[in-house]
């Protein structure tokens, strides 16, 4: 599924490449799927600090244009308090230069959402088998 995930958002967007990166117990970034990028140049050191905003909603966070990844979209599960981040979708360039506008990042925080909610249940469902 996570496979799935990263080459069709990577498709549909026409983004050079992604990595979906899953939170561990302890609390590192774990490469669980690439999309045009070897898993050794996908990984990421640490979480980014603001990765909820002021009510605990998670959003999603633009990089400068020097770095590996263009945008960091959380994965997440909506909680009443403070949304519960399991991971990260990251984002490389989009072709021919295009960036991200305002609505695609909105559209991909919810999906951010939806992914994590599917994701979770999916680790879920696979712990109790």
Known sequence: MLEIIAQRTC???KIDYAAILLIDKAVSLDVAATCNLDKGKAALSELPAKM????????????????VYRVLVPLFIPRLQKDELIGLLA??????????SRDDIKGLEEFGGEAG???YATQVNAKHK
Not at 53 to 60: D, E, K, L
Not at 91 to 98: K, N, S
């Open 91 to 100: 984002l490389g360039p989009r072709e021919r230069g295009r960036g991200y």
């Open 52 to 67: 909820h905003n002021r009510w605990g909603h998670a959003v999603a966070q633009r990089q400068p244009e020097d770095t």
């Open 117 to 119: 909610k599917a994701i």
């Open 11 to 13: 498709n549909l967007m």
